[in-house]
């Protein structure tokens, strides 16, 4: 019986994955639609649509899927939805605060299935501008240490273009900058042969709030559920978790 559990959980576990990862898919892949039709679909000269292309590339999603993707945005092929992005704000459990940044084509869905995952997992919905304030609209690149770079030969290539600052999160270097400033870092890097992870915009808090292992996990569980209505592209929260918290979780 036990090898037939472990078989059972297992196969469990594989379709949880299997599932987020179709979800992630479709989240690169409206990313990239978005990103054609706001900008067109070269992407020599659409630099949020060459990083959404390298996002979802770096996450192995097929490039036919791609190609679909930017063919529908740029209305070269049928079938594209008139994504809107809709900001929701809302506070999590010990007074996190959340942004809840979707795509999505009808409103009304949107909103509810946001309230209802928002109020089921210990939260509650704020009304618009009263946690955005805390909130600051960044570049945000990700370099994995994996490739070899240091902190040292990062700062050297992109502080001239615009970079603000370097930040060490263990396995990977965090580089902030404003999000004016996003492409022009990206080109450094790239420039200097340094291979990173992702380059998005993101919303990074002014000030956040320490979490402990009770809280910290509200907090996550109350994540994971927004995140997985498809049409949420992004959770940002303004909580701290130390490395022993998360160590314990």
Not at 163 to 187: K, Q, Y
Not at 223 to 234: M, Y
Request: charge should be negative.
């Amino acid at each position: 019986m036990s090898g037939h559990s472990k078989w059972a959980t297992t196969k469990h576990k594989k379709a949880i994955i299997d599932s987020r990862r179709a979800k992630n898919f479709a989240k690169f892949i409206k990313g990239i639609e978005v990103a054609a039709r706001n900008g067109g679909p070269d992407v020599s000269g659409n630099p949020t649509l060459f990083d959404a292309i390298a996002k979802a590339k770096k996450n192995s999603v097929p490039a036919d899927n791609i190609d679909r993707a930017v063919k529908r945005g740029a209305g070269l092929e049928s079938g594209g939805a008139d994504y809107q992005t809709i900001m929701y704000e809302g506070y999590g459990p010990n007074g996190v605060a959340l942004l809840i940044e979707c795509l999505s084509d009808n409103r009304n869905r949107a909103a509810s299935e946001v309230r209802v995952a928002v109020t089921r997992n210990g939260g509650n919905m704020a009304d618009p501008g009263s946690v955005s304030y805390m909130f600051n609209r960044k570049g945000v690149i990700i370099v994995s240490k994996a490739n070899g770079a240091t902190e040292d030969s990062i700062l050297e290539h992109v502080l001239d273009a615009g970079a603000e600052e370097v930040n060490d999160l263990g396995e990977s270097f965090e580089i902030v900058s404003e999000a004016s400033d996003l492409v022009a870092v990206r080109t450094a890097l790239q420039g200097a042969n340094i291979d990173y992870e992702s380059a998005d915009t993101s919303f990074l808090a002014s000030m956040s709030v320490p979490l402990d292992v009770e809280g910290a996990k509200k907090v996550f569980e109350l994540i994971d559920a927004i995140e997985e209505l498809d049409d949420v592209q992004n959770v940002y929260g303004n909580f701290d978790v130390s490395d022993e918290v998360m160590a314990s979780l």
